[in-house]
Antibody, heavy 118, light 109 residues
């Protein structure tokens, strides 16, 4: 059974930092591109960042470019998102999602809530 | 940036009836479109990719059609478990950007 389990969310002050993790199991993690997608409370889905299977290609949404860093460790079947200079508008549930195909999201975790507030 | 617009925002349907959801792209995305279902408190689930290919395990009552700028998700006979929010997502200009529509909520009439 495919499992993606996010962790690391919580309450942080504006300007602060947080590191999210996603532990994968039940599929060949090293063969999948991995992504972060977020959803602000009561809102729709927003793509945040993607990393290719071997970390050769990395992409970010304009809204997080320069502040967030995506990385992965295939030996540990884990995905990460380092979030710096956090803003109130970054408040959202952050989902880890796996992509075997080109551009869509096959598997999703249950999400971790990040709240940016003073 | 390609903007995805879904309509209607809310669709009221009786169980057993057909539901037709629309998604429009601000420019052509060819057939590079996916659909997801999200139930309250849950993660999204992939339903359709390539505009019309059902993902693994998705029931045949879900079907996708369209290309270019106009797309449709049809649920042929709504079951109780189908009441949810549905999102479309384009990946035509990937990389570097992926965009979702605002969602359509399918509720019980």
């Amino acid at each position: 059974e495919v499992q993606l389990v996010e962790s690391g969310g919580g309450l942080v002050k504006p300007g602060g930092s947080l590191r999210l993790s996603c532990a994968a199991s039940g599929f060949t993690f090293s063969s999948y591109s991995m992504n972060w997608v977020r959803q602000a409370p009561g809102k729709g889905l927003e793509w945040v960042s993607s990393i290719s299977s071997s970390s050769s290609y990395i992409y970010y949404a304009d809204s997080v470019k320069g502040r967030f860093t995506i990385s992965r460790d295939n030996a540990k079947n884990s995905l990460y998102l380092q979030m710096n200079s956090l803003r109130a508008e970054d408040t959202a549930v952050y989902y880890c999602a796996g992509s075997y195909g080109y551009g869509w999201f096959d598997y999703w975790g249950q999400g971790t809530l990040v709240t940016v507030s003073s | 940036e390609i903007v995805m617009t879904q309509s209607p925002a809310t669709l009221s349907v009786s169980p057993g009836e057909r539901a037709t959801l629309s998604c429009r792209a601000s420019q052509s995305v060819s057939s590079n479109l996916a659909w997801y279902q999200q139930k309250p408190g849950q993660a999204p689930r992939l339903l359709i990719y390539g505009a019309s290919t059902r993902a693994t395990g998705i029931p045949a009552r879900f079907s996708g059609s369209g290309s270019g700028t106009e797309f449709t998700l049809t649920i042929s006979s709504l079951q109780s478990e189908d009441f949810a929010v549905y999102y479309c997502q384009q990946y035509n200009n990937w990389p570097p950007a992926l965009t979702f529509g605002g969602g359509t909520k399918v509720e019980i009439k």
